[in-house]
């Protein structure tokens, strides 16, 4: 019997085998993480759980609590739910919509009304999966057995997209006799999914996993009625352009109808900001407050919300939050030590509202701008004052925090959220995260007017990340409306340069995985190289340049 030799996560362990699963592994370690042991890196590669190993190697594991993780075991839940609705409701297809606070809403087919006994039902079945550890097995098809497997299965919006796969293989995923096809990796069985969560919402239901990816919790469900409206109404729009999948955006596209649709959504995008334009003239508000997480495009919105309410007769005056940052030397720590400039504390909160409250009154102010490159406030000796029917916009990651307009009176202020709500998914079982449509767009942005390369975006983004958490989503629902920033397009648009600026990441690099699971995904869309239809102002050239307003 030989000796393998690993190095898990920091810490060596010996092993008297010939042979031994992750899995096997992971069972052996698995007091050590707070989340589930979801997969393994090995030479920077990453690995399911079924993987054999025949000699000693460096292993570190993903668990829950990391994205990576908590992506698999939604992945895994939703088979678990397709599982169970098939036995429930005898073969009724179930779609996987977006995701809603911290679970993932989806819908059966045929079911308009699920009663609460049907939830209970379906809650039960999954769990009955879990308890039964069914073999979930894993099958590599060449791409065209792929395809045929689901044509004859009657499964063709799994024909259809994987049409567009790049690699050789597929890995379609069997369980009790049910095949599927899942962007990403899944669990060896269903044995692993022993935290899970069903919640009632419209016209469908939320599926829930351990909480924040902690093992031996599940997530409480919070309602959120109006990001949910905003949901439907982004559907809707898909609707009215007859796109539900990839596959329909890349027809069209293949088809050179591309300039209709990209004319279409650039008309719904004034329309809706017209209608919140004339909301806030009737609501005589003073304070406009503009929140959105990174790369959402509210410096383009806040442009075409003033032209809009110029058609109004009223002529805005825009105040940046980030002038009121307090002196570099006083920006507030995080628990490591760092500066924390996502913190509301790194704001002049009493300058900011003082402020504020003179021009409210009819005062002059003096303009502040914040140096970034000496970390210091300048005071430019311009005075600002507003007209009695001037209101005043203010955009950035704190706007709908209470804490910084805490002094201005609450009749004055009307809030605005910004989302970025993907509009198409892959197919009816695999969606598309609104958080990989920020980064994308933002790598884009990064690399092309910042200089900074795509490790450097990947570097920030958990920072900016856990900002959005901590700062910005808790308040969104105290928004007075909510606007989606994303054109049904810009993906197919963006492709070609997001490809380029990934390609450069080294295969050394920490962020090498994340590279290609990207890479993965794009390959799914057409090209868009044609963008002669995307105007000036539309949100997208913040992006990828052409922006008259930026």
Same mark, same amino acid.
Request: glycine share 6%; proline share 3%.
């Given at each position: 019997?030989?000796?393998?030799?690993?190095?898990?996560?920091?810490?060596?362990?010996?092993?008297?085998?010939?042979?031994?699963?992750?899995?096997?592994?992971?069972?052996?370690?698995?007091?050590?993480?707070?989340?589930?042991?979801?997969?393994?890196?090995?030479?920077?590669?990453?690995?399911?759980?079924?993987?054999?190993?025949?000699?000693?190697?460096?292993?570190?594991?993903?668990?829950?609590?990391?994205?990576?993780?908590?992506?698999?075991?939604?992945?895994?839940?939703?088979?678990?739910?397709?599982?169970?609705?098939?036995?429930?409701?005898?073969?009724?297809?179930?779609?996987?919509?977006?995701?809603?606070?911290?679970?993932?809403?989806?819908?059966?087919?045929?079911?308009?009304?699920?009663?609460?006994?049907?939830?209970?039902?379906?809650?039960?079945?999954?769990?009955?999966?879990?308890?039964?550890?069914?073999?979930?097995?894993?099958?590599?098809?060449?791409?065209?057995?792929?395809?045929?497997?689901?044509?004859?299965?009657?499964?063709?919006?799994?024909?259809?997209?994987?049409?567009?796969?790049?690699?050789?293989?597929?890995?379609?995923?069997e369980c009790c006799g049910y095949f599927d096809y899942f962007y990403g990796y899944m669990y060896p069985s269903t044995g692993y999914l022993k935290d899970l969560g069903v919640a009632k919402m419209a016209d469908g239901l939320?599926?829930?996993?351990?909480?924040?990816?902690v093992k031996g919790t599940v997530t409480k469900f919070k309602e959120m009625p109006k990001l949910s409206d905003v949901y439907r109404e982004s559907e809707t729009w898909s609707e009215a352009l007859g796109i539900d999948t990839?596959?329909?955006?890349?027809?069209?596209?293949?088809?050179?109808?591309?300039?209709?649709?990209?004319?279409?959504?650039?008309?719904?995008?004034?329309?809706?900001?017209?209608?919140?334009?004339?909301?806030?003239?009737?609501?005589?508000?003073?304070?406009?407050?503009?929140?959105?997480?990174?790369?959402?495009?509210?410096?383009?919105?806040?442009?075409?919300?003033?032209?809009?309410?110029?058609?109004?007769?009223?002529?805005?005056?825009?105040?940046?939050?980030?002038?009121?940052?307090?002196?570099?030397?006083?920006?507030?720590?995080?628990?490591?030590?760092?500066?924390?400039?996502?913190?509301?504390?790194?704001?002049? %909160?009493?300058?900011?509202?003082?402020? =504020? #409250?003179?021009? +409210?009154?009819?005062?002059?102010? *003096?303009?502040? @701008? $914040?140096?970034?490159?000496?970390?210091?406030?300048?005071?430019?000796?311009?005075?600002?004052?507003?007209?009695?029917?001037?209101?005043? %916009?203010?955009?950035?990651?704190?706007? =709908? #925090?209470?804490? +910084?307009?805490?002094?201005?009176? *609450?009749?004055? @202020? $009307?809030?605005?959220?910004?989302?970025?709500?993907?509009?198409?998914?892959?197919?009816?079982?695999?969606?598309?995260?609104?958080?990989?449509?920020?980064?994308?767009?933002?790598?884009?942005?990064?690399?092309?007017?910042?200089?900074?390369?795509?490790?450097?975006?990947?570097?920030?983004?958990?920072?900016?990340?856990?900002?959005?958490?901590?700062?910005?989503?808790?308040?969104?629902?105290?928004?007075?409306?909510?606007?989606?920033?994303?054109?049904?397009?810009?993906?197919?648009?963006?492709?070609?340069?997001?490809?380029?600026?990934?390609?450069?990441?080294?295969?050394?690099?920490?962020?090498?995985?994340?590279a290609v699971r990207l890479r993965k995904l794009l390959q799914y869309f057409d090209e868009l190289n044609d963008i002669d239809d995307i105007g000036p102002t539309a949100i997208i050239r913040e992006f990828i340049g052409g922006?008259?307003?930026?």
């Amino acid at each position: 019997m030989k000796t393998l030799k690993f190095m898990v996560d920091g810490e060596a362990l010996e092993i008297e085998k010939e042979s031994i699963k992750l899995s096997e592994i992971a069972n052996m370690l698995e007091d050590r993480y707070e989340g589930y042991i979801c997969m393994g890196v090995i030479n920077n590669k990453l690995y399911d759980l079924n993987r054999t190993l025949y000699r000693g190697c460096e292993i570190n594991f993903i668990d829950t609590t990391a994205v990576e993780g908590d992506r698999m075991y939604f992945r895994g839940l939703s088979f678990l739910l397709m599982l169970a609705c098939r036995d429930l409701y005898h073969g009724s297809k179930v779609y996987i919509k977006h995701s809603i606070g911290d679970g993932l809403y989806c819908v059966v087919e045929d079911m308009p009304i699920l009663t609460d006994e049907d939830i209970k039902d379906i809650k039960n079945k999954m769990l009955e999966y879990v308890r039964e550890d069914h073999e979930i097995i894993c099958r590599y098809l060449p791409n065209d057995q792929a395809i045929e497997k689901f044509s004859k299965l009657g499964r063709f919006e799994k024909a259809e997209i994987l049409k567009y796969r790049t690699e050789d293989l597929t890995k379609v995923y069997e369980c009790c006799g049910y095949f599927d096809y899942f962007y990403g990796y899944m669990y060896p069985s269903t044995g692993y999914l022993k935290d899970l969560g069903v919640a009632k919402m419209a016209d469908g239901l939320v599926i829930l996993g351990p909480e924040k990816g902690v093992k031996g919790t599940v997530t409480k469900f919070k309602e959120m009625p109006k990001l949910s409206d905003v949901y439907r109404e982004s559907e809707t729009w898909s609707e009215a352009l007859g796109i539900d999948t990839v596959v329909d955006l890349n027809r069209i596209i293949e088809n050179n109808l591309y300039g209709e649709m990209i004319r279409t959504v650039e008309a719904l995008h004034e329309k809706k900001i017209a209608e919140i334009a004339d909301t806030i003239v009737k609501s005589n508000k003073k304070i406009i407050l503009i929140a959105a997480p990174s790369s959402s495009g509210k410096t383009s919105f806040a442009h075409r919300l003033s032209t809009q309410l110029r058609v109004n007769g009223l002529h805005t005056l825009a105040i940046s939050l980030d002038d009121y940052f307090v002196n570099r030397v006083d920006t507030p720590r995080n628990e490591d030590g760092e500066a924390d400039y996502e913190s509301i504390e790194s704001i002049d %909160i009493k300058r900011f509202n003082s402020d =504020l #409250n003179k021009l +409210l009154a009819g005062e002059e102010i *003096e303009k502040i @701008k $914040f140096d970034f490159m000496d970390g210091v406030r300048v005071y430019t000796g311009e005075k600002i004052s507003i007209d009695e029917k001037q209101p005043i %916009i203010l955009e950035g990651i704190h706007g =709908l #925090n209470p804490i +910084l307009t805490k002094s201005i009176e *609450e009749s004055l @202020k $009307f809030r605005i959220y910004i989302s970025v709500i993907t509009q198409v998914n892959l197919d009816d079982h695999n969606r598309i995260p609104t958080t990989d449509l920020r980064l994308i767009r933002r790598m884009v942005r990064d690399y092309q007017f910042r200089g900074m390369n795509a490790e450097t975006t990947m570097d920030i983004w958990p920072s900016v990340r856990r900002g959005e958490e901590k700062n910005i989503f808790p308040h969104q629902e105290q928004a007075d409306v909510m606007f989606n920033s994303a054109s049904i397009y810009e993906i197919p648009v963006l492709k070609k340069q997001v490809i380029k600026i990934l390609k450069e990441v080294s295969e050394t690099s920490r962020h090498h995985l994340e590279a290609v699971r990207l890479r993965k995904l794009l390959q799914y869309f057409d090209e868009l190289n044609d963008i002669d239809d995307i105007g000036p102002t539309a949100i997208i050239r913040e992006f990828i340049g052409g922006s008259r307003i930026v």
